[in-house]
Protein backbone atom coordinates (compact mmCIF):
# COMPACT_ATOMS: atom_id res chain seq x y z
CA UNK A 1 0.00 0.00 0.00
CA UNK A 2 1.41 3.36 -0.67
CA UNK A 3 1.42 5.30 2.32
CA UNK A 4 3.31 8.45 0.64
CA UNK A 5 1.29 11.37 1.35
CA UNK A 6 0.00 13.93 -1.56
CA UNK A 7 1.86 16.89 -1.98
CA UNK A 8 0.49 20.16 -2.37
CA UNK A 9 -0.07 21.70 -5.71
CA UNK A 10 1.61 24.91 -5.65
CA UNK A 11 0.81 28.77 -6.83
CA UNK A 12 3.14 28.47 -10.10
CA UNK A 13 0.98 24.92 -10.87
CA UNK A 14 -2.21 26.38 -10.56
CA UNK A 15 -1.43 29.27 -12.80
CA UNK A 16 -0.20 27.18 -15.85
CA UNK A 17 -3.14 25.00 -15.00
CA UNK A 18 -5.37 28.02 -15.51
CA UNK A 19 -3.50 29.44 -17.97
CA UNK A 20 -3.94 26.43 -20.33
CA UNK A 21 -7.49 26.35 -19.56
CA UNK A 22 -7.80 29.22 -20.36
CA UNK A 23 -6.12 28.73 -24.08
CA UNK A 24 -8.22 25.66 -24.40
CA UNK A 25 -11.54 27.72 -23.46
CA UNK A 26 -10.94 30.25 -25.74
CA UNK A 27 -9.66 28.33 -28.97
CA UNK A 28 -12.81 26.47 -28.55
CA UNK A 29 -14.77 29.40 -28.84
CA UNK A 30 -12.83 30.43 -31.38
CA UNK A 31 -13.71 27.73 -33.60
CA UNK A 32 -17.47 27.27 -32.64
CA UNK A 33 -17.58 30.88 -34.00
CA UNK A 34 -15.77 30.18 -37.30
CA UNK A 35 -17.15 26.42 -38.07
CA UNK A 36 -20.90 27.38 -36.62
CA UNK A 37 -23.58 28.62 -38.87
CA UNK A 38 -22.81 30.94 -41.72
CA UNK A 39 -23.29 35.01 -40.65
CA UNK A 40 -26.79 35.29 -40.63
CA UNK A 41 -26.53 39.08 -42.21
CA UNK A 42 -24.86 37.22 -45.30
CA UNK A 43 -27.48 36.60 -47.67
CA UNK A 44 -27.65 33.36 -49.27
CA UNK A 45 -29.30 33.26 -52.77
CA UNK A 46 -30.42 30.09 -54.66
CA UNK A 47 -28.15 28.72 -57.73
CA UNK A 48 -28.63 30.50 -61.18
CA UNK A 49 -29.22 26.83 -62.35
CA UNK A 50 -27.68 23.58 -62.61
CA UNK A 51 -25.27 22.56 -65.42
CA UNK A 52 -25.66 19.30 -66.53
CA UNK A 53 -22.07 18.82 -68.45
CA UNK A 54 -20.44 20.46 -71.06
CA UNK A 55 -20.51 18.68 -74.63
CA UNK A 56 -17.09 19.12 -76.29
CA UNK A 57 -17.31 18.69 -80.35
CA UNK A 58 -14.59 17.08 -81.83
CA UNK A 59 -13.63 15.93 -78.23
CA UNK A 60 -10.14 15.79 -79.52
CA UNK A 61 -8.70 18.87 -81.57
CA UNK A 62 -5.54 18.99 -83.67
CA UNK A 63 -3.95 22.43 -83.97
CA UNK A 64 -6.04 25.07 -86.40
CA UNK A 65 -9.14 23.12 -85.55
CA UNK A 66 -12.55 24.85 -83.99
CA UNK A 67 -14.07 23.36 -81.59
CA UNK A 68 -17.82 23.53 -80.61
CA UNK A 69 -18.91 23.85 -76.91
CA UNK A 70 -22.11 23.48 -75.28
CA UNK A 71 -23.24 23.91 -71.85
CA UNK A 72 -26.04 21.92 -70.99
CA UNK A 73 -28.29 23.46 -67.85
CA UNK A 74 -31.45 21.92 -66.23
CA UNK A 75 -33.98 25.05 -67.55
CA UNK A 76 -32.32 25.32 -71.07
CA UNK A 77 -35.26 27.23 -72.32
CA UNK A 78 -34.78 29.95 -69.45
CA UNK A 79 -34.10 33.45 -71.75
CA UNK A 80 -32.68 34.96 -68.64
CA UNK A 81 -29.77 33.01 -68.24
CA UNK A 82 -26.15 34.40 -69.37
CA UNK A 83 -22.82 32.10 -70.53
CA UNK A 84 -19.06 33.29 -70.38
CA UNK A 85 -17.28 31.17 -71.25
CA UNK A 86 -13.50 31.22 -70.05
CA UNK A 87 -11.42 30.39 -72.95
CA UNK A 88 -8.73 32.71 -74.71
CA UNK A 89 -11.50 35.32 -75.90
CA UNK A 90 -9.96 36.27 -79.18
CA UNK A 91 -10.85 33.32 -80.39
CA UNK A 92 -14.34 32.57 -79.61
CA UNK A 93 -16.67 32.37 -82.37
CA UNK A 94 -20.15 33.48 -82.10
CA UNK A 95 -22.73 31.30 -82.59
CA UNK A 96 -26.02 33.32 -83.57
CA UNK A 97 -23.94 36.88 -83.58
CA UNK A 98 -23.60 36.23 -79.87
CA UNK A 99 -20.52 35.05 -77.59
CA UNK A 100 -23.02 34.98 -73.80
CA UNK A 101 -25.36 31.74 -75.00
CA UNK A 102 -25.06 27.80 -73.97
CA UNK A 103 -23.39 27.20 -77.83
CA UNK A 104 -20.13 29.09 -78.77
CA UNK A 105 -16.97 27.94 -81.44
CA UNK A 106 -13.75 27.99 -80.39
CA UNK A 107 -10.55 28.11 -82.86
CA UNK A 108 -7.24 26.61 -80.98
CA UNK A 109 -5.32 28.43 -83.29
CA UNK A 110 -1.88 28.01 -84.99
CA UNK A 111 0.44 28.92 -81.79
CA UNK A 112 2.94 26.19 -81.17
CA UNK A 113 1.71 24.85 -77.75
CA UNK A 114 3.55 21.69 -77.70
CA UNK A 115 7.44 23.33 -78.00
CA UNK A 116 8.92 20.30 -76.61
CA UNK A 117 6.03 18.90 -75.11
CA UNK A 118 4.70 15.61 -76.20
CA UNK A 119 2.46 15.05 -79.07
CA UNK A 120 -0.60 15.78 -77.18
CA UNK A 121 -1.86 18.29 -74.52
CA UNK A 122 -4.86 19.23 -72.60
CA UNK A 123 -6.17 22.85 -71.27
CA UNK A 124 -8.15 22.43 -68.04
CA UNK A 125 -8.74 24.10 -64.99
CA UNK A 126 -9.11 27.95 -64.82
CA UNK A 127 -8.35 28.39 -68.04
CA UNK A 128 -11.12 26.56 -69.42
CA UNK A 129 -14.72 27.16 -67.72
CA UNK A 130 -18.01 28.26 -68.28
CA UNK A 131 -19.64 30.57 -65.64
CA UNK A 132 -23.45 30.85 -65.68
CA UNK A 133 -25.27 33.66 -64.63
CA UNK A 134 -29.21 34.25 -63.85
CA UNK A 135 -30.40 37.75 -64.83
CA UNK A 136 -33.62 38.95 -62.91
CA UNK A 137 -34.91 42.13 -62.41
CA UNK A 138 -36.23 41.30 -58.52
CA UNK A 139 -34.61 38.34 -57.91
CA UNK A 140 -30.40 37.58 -57.42
CA UNK A 141 -28.84 34.25 -58.09
CA UNK A 142 -25.90 32.50 -56.88
CA UNK A 143 -23.35 32.00 -60.22
CA UNK A 144 -22.64 28.60 -60.92
CA UNK A 145 -19.73 27.30 -62.77
CA UNK A 146 -18.35 24.06 -64.18
CA UNK A 147 -14.35 23.49 -65.27
CA UNK A 148 -14.00 21.33 -68.20
CA UNK A 149 -10.82 19.90 -70.31
CA UNK A 150 -9.83 20.83 -73.88
CA UNK A 151 -7.35 18.12 -75.82
CA UNK A 152 -5.07 19.10 -78.57
CA UNK A 153 -2.92 16.55 -80.82
CA UNK A 154 0.16 17.98 -82.52
CA UNK A 155 -0.94 18.81 -85.81
CA UNK A 156 1.09 16.21 -88.51
CA UNK A 157 3.84 17.42 -90.36
Known sequence: MNTEKSKPIKKKQIRK???????????????????????????????????????????????????????????SLDPNLRFDWSLSSTRIIPVNGRTDQSVVKWHTGDSDYFMNLPDSIEISGPRSAVYVDKIHETVKYEQVVKNFTIYIKRKPN
Request: aromatic fraction near 6%; charge should be negative.
Open 17 to 75: LFFFNMVLVLTSLNACETLGDPDPEEPTYPPATTILRVELTPDTLVQGDTLTLKCVVKD
